[in-house]
């Protein structure tokens, strides 16, 4: 199947465009993986991101020079691959004996993060919760955290569950309001 066959293929979106693409290219696009890489694994896949890439921009691209397109693409992924697999090489001495000299006591540097990222949060709500009126405060937390029945909770506050229903409401609004305000809601 000639190129422009195959570029027809991906415009309608069709399956067999990556099968028509991997038989008339995959042993090309592997080699300029391989070239980059030396490794078998990382060269497949590559050259797997390579028709997953091809699908997702073809169309609206319509290349003119589909194996030069292809080459393109494979190269930029397996450089991307490269980079990926040497950037603890690269950092510099002193961070990643800093990071020796940590490591035992910390598990992953993500886990790290998100845990800053849940004490900052915490102490958000913490701070949200002693500026209501203690009866809100007890509400929502009844609600949110016991997971307690907006009828539970009226029964227990003497309350109807429509008032319940509107206290929860409007602390759900402030709270919204300051999530917003700190950059936890895009």
Same mark, same amino acid.
């Given at each position: 199947?000639?190129?422009?066959?195959?570029?027809?293929?991906?415009?309608?979106?069709?399956?067999?465009?990556?099968?028509?693409?991997?038989?008339?290219?995959?042993?090309?696009?592997?080699?300029?993986?391989?070239?980059?890489?030396?490794?078998?694994?990382?060269?497949?896949?590559?050259?797997?991101?390579?028709?997953?890439?091809?699908?997702?921009?073809?169309?609206?691209?319509?290349?003119?020079?589909? %194996?030069? $397109? *292809?080459?393109?693409?494979?190269?930029? #992924? =397996?450089?991307?691959?490269? +980079? @990926?697999? !040497?950037?603890?090489? /690269?950092?510099?001495?002193?961070?990643?004996?800093?990071?020796?000299?940590?490591?035992?006591?910390?598990?992953?540097?993500?886990?790290?993060?998100?845990?800053?990222?849940? %004490?900052? $949060? *915490?102490?958000?709500?913490?701070?949200? #919760? =002693?500026?209501?009126?203690? +009866? @809100?405060? !007890?509400?929502?937390? /009844?609600?949110?955290?016991?997971?307690?029945?907006?009828?539970?909770?009226?029964?227990?506050?003497?309350?109807?569950?429509?008032?319940?229903?509107?206290?929860?409401?409007?602390?759900?609004?402030?709270?919204?309001?300051?999530?917003?305000?700190?950059?936890?809601?895009?």
């Amino acid at each position: 199947m000639d190129d422009k066959q195959i570029i027809e293929l991906y415009f309608s979106r069709n399956e067999k465009a990556i099968e028509e693409s991997s038989l008339k290219y995959g042993s090309y696009c592997y080699s300029i993986a391989y070239n980059i890489l030396c490794d078998k694994l990382d060269s497949e896949e590559c050259v797997n991101d390579t028709w997953l890439r091809t699908w997702n921009t073809i169309p609206p691209q319509r290349p003119n020079y589909f %194996k030069l $397109f *292809l080459a393109k693409i494979t190269r930029n #992924l =397996s450089f991307d691959k490269l +980079r @990926e697999k !040497n950037s603890e090489k /690269r950092a510099d001495g002193d961070s990643v004996t800093a990071f020796e000299e940590v490591e035992e006591f910390l598990s992953d540097t993500r886990d790290l993060t998100e845990e800053l990222e849940r %004490k900052e $949060f *915490l102490k958000l709500l913490n701070d949200f #919760l =002693s500026s209501l009126s203690p +009866r @809100e405060c !007890n509400i929502f937390i /009844r609600r949110y955290f016991y997971m307690a029945s907006t009828a539970d909770i009226a029964k227990l506050y003497n309350l109807k569950e429509g008032n319940v229903l509107m206290i929860l409401s409007r602390t759900r609004k402030k709270f919204r309001e300051i999530l917003d305000k700190e950059g936890y809601i895009i």
